[in-house]
């Protein structure tokens, strides 16, 4: 019988066989978090006409018109303005809301089709709102925190499982655990950070066999505590947990390498000599198989003015 490895050359694999699991993602979208904290050990007064203020049940000399961002003191009321007080012994607090930008950047390789890991980082512009009152909204008029504005930085590692898939949309359920630095309008000295932890699902519309578009709405866990100088080591801890919705792309690099002939129209991955390469014909943005071609799934008979015509043909 005569040998067939003397008509069919040996294929020789790429180095970027391995290096295709890995997954590069950009994504912005919108943000908003919750801002909520309990006043343990302080009192809040109400001056007639102002903002409220806090002071510390340990030194009621102490006062504040802004403990979430940074700390403002303020010098004590003089005898005789008219304000409300309510002591520690009530569920005092405040709430509020503030809008993020985020802009996110992930690493992540995938193995067995369904399995992801890796890490990333993300960088939110965050507006901080006014902030209400959780009780007594008729007598407590609340407070704006200064310099509302910042950009608070995130790293974190991630992982992930696609549990579904439909058509050509792949459902992953995903974690991501790290770290946050609040923002440059926050008091970085007076705060001490605890992780955060984001959980969401990735919606991915795949397109080539490397590009997809995803959406990813995720809920986020986090909190910070900030000490209050000249209050006798007093603190408050701010829960600031948030709701995302990021859209973005993700690309890896294709298996293997586009044809270097560039009069060749296979639509599907073929070899020239001991290689194999992929299609030139493939668009990075139209969905593919790259066992078969898909530039032209749907038969001209089918199109325009032929689907009209009994016999298009």
Known sequence: MFPLDNIYAERKPWAR???RHFHFSLSTGLGHTFFRHELSGFGILQPEGFDSRIYSMAIPASQYTN??????????LP????????PDTEKLGFKGGGFNVPLKGTIHYEFQGKYRIGGGYSYDIMVIKRMRPITHQDQITGFQPSQNAGFMRKYFGMLGFSFYRLGTFLFTGDVNVGGFNPGNNFTTGLI?????????????KEFAEN??????????????????????????VHNINAFYTN?????????????????????????????????????????????????????????GQNKRKLNPY
């Open 17 to 19: 066989s391995f290096l």
């Open 67 to 76: 403990w979430v961002n940074t700390i403002s003191s303020e010098p004590a």
């Open 79 to 86: 005898t005789g303005t008219d304000t409300f007080t309510f």
């Open 192 to 204: 001490k950070k605890g992780v955060f932890v984001n959980l969401g699902v990735t919606v991915e």
């Open 211 to 236: 590009f997809q578009v995803f959406v990813r709405p995720s809920f986020e866990l986090k909190n910070y505590t900030i000490s209050i100088p000249g209050s006798n080591g007093g603190s408050i």
């Open 247 to 303: 859209v973005g792309v993700t690309y890896s690099l294709p298996a293997l390498p586009k044809c270097y002939h560039k009069d060749c129209n296979a639509q599907l991955n073929h070899a020239h000599g001991n290689r194999e390469y992929r299609s030139r014909m493939h668009k990075f943005y139209k969905k593919q198989n790259p066992m078969y071609g898909e530039n032209y799934p749907k038969l001209f008979k089918y199109k």
